[in-house]
T-cell receptor, first 114, second 115 residues
């Protein structure tokens, strides 16, 4: 069975500071990993995805994530936080089988203060 | 707008009533998914359609829940005899017909409140 653990339900950073959101996964098969962002009362928007190509994945809005098999991690980073980054972030793992049933973590709420 | 469309965006209903939500996926996306998201949690998978065939149902989908995709285009999710525990955001997503894992595109969700 696959699962995702997001460490830290709330993260607070200053504007301009490094953003680091942690995600660890469990999977018995090579995983496909995703980070989604959700703004209040909105659906989910894809930030980036890992699909077994490059281990360092760059996404939208300056975010990137590194797949580390040895650590079963897929942490999300951004060098400099912006006020508009304040949102809920979800890490997800996709099951094998050719379709995209996603298993989500519980989410991390990012707050950015001036 | 060519994204995933969900209607209604908000629904308030009394306990015991039936409700139905609609999802229109991105055109030519043959895969459609329903998820449920409760406050402070990540989305949980409910069911999956490939074209009109419902290929997987979660144990979360009790007998009171039914989903259809009659012509392989839009989908409906019906909840019968609603309970307060059904209050949640119901998210629909779609993805294209490809063998490679690609991202699912989400709609804005339908927020259900059962009073």
């Amino acid at each position: 069975a696959q699962s995702v653990t997001q460490l830290g339900s709330h993260v607070s950073v200053s504007e301009g500071a490094l953003v680091l959101l942690r995600c660890n996964y469990s999977s018995s098969v090579p995983p496909y990993l995703f980070w989604y962002v959700q703004y209040p009362n909105q659906g989910l928007q894809l930030l980036l995805k890992y699909t077994s190509a490059a281990t360092l994945v760059k996404g939208i809005n300056g975010f990137e994530a590194e797949f580390k098999k040895s650590e079963t991690s897929f942490h999300l980073t951004k060098p400099s936080a912006h006020m508009s980054d304040a949102a809920e972030y979800f890490c997800a793992v996709s099951t094998s089988g050719g379709y995209n049933k996603l298993i989500f973590g519980a989410g991390t709420r990012l707050a950015v203060h001036p | 707008d060519t994204g995933v469309s969900q209607n209604p965006r908000h629904k308030i209903t009394k306990r015991g009533q039936n409700v139905t939500f609609r999802c229109d996926p991105i055109s030519e996306h043959n895969r459609l998914y329903w998820y449920r998201q409760t406050l402070g949690q990540g989305p949980e998978f409910l069911t999956y359609f490939q074209n009109e065939a419902q290929l997987e149902k979660s144990r979360l989908l009790s007998d009171r829940f039914s989903a259809e995709r009659p012509k392989g285009s839009f989908s409906t999710l019906e909840i019968q005899r609603t309970e307060q525990g059904d209050s949640a955001m119901y998210l629909c997503a779609s993805s294209p017909p490809t063998e490679k894992n690609t991202e699912a595109f989400f709609g804005q969700g339908t927020r259900l409140t059962v009073v």
